[in-house]
């Protein structure tokens, strides 16, 4: 994934409170609807991007997961330029 692609993604406030609360659980929308108060509509709409640049994804059992691959990576690049 390219930065500017994660930094796109991460612009919105709302996909970056989906991305919290995905930090501390993988939860169904659902739940993730009662968790940020947000619409169905409005989480499915802030997933689409958050999906397409592999940083959440869903189980089989329609679970949604942060992918903390991806999160080690930037992180680790993070580190390289900071230091």
Do not use: C, Y
């Not at 709409?45 to 080690?72: C, D, E, I, W, Y």
Request: net charge positive.
């Amino acid at each position: 994934m390219e930065m500017a692609e994660f930094l796109e993604v991460l612009k919105a406030p709302q996909s970056r409170r989906i991305l919290e609360k995905l930090a501390a659980e993988d939860m169904s929308v659902e739940t993730l609807v009662k968790k940020t108060k947000f619409s169905n509509q409005s989480i499915q709409l802030h997933l689409q991007p958050l999906m397409m640049a592999k940083l959440v994804s869903r189980s089989k059992s329609g679970f949604l997961r942060l992918n903390r691959t991806k999160f080690n990576q930037i992180a680790d690049w993070f580190k390289l330029i900071s230091n």
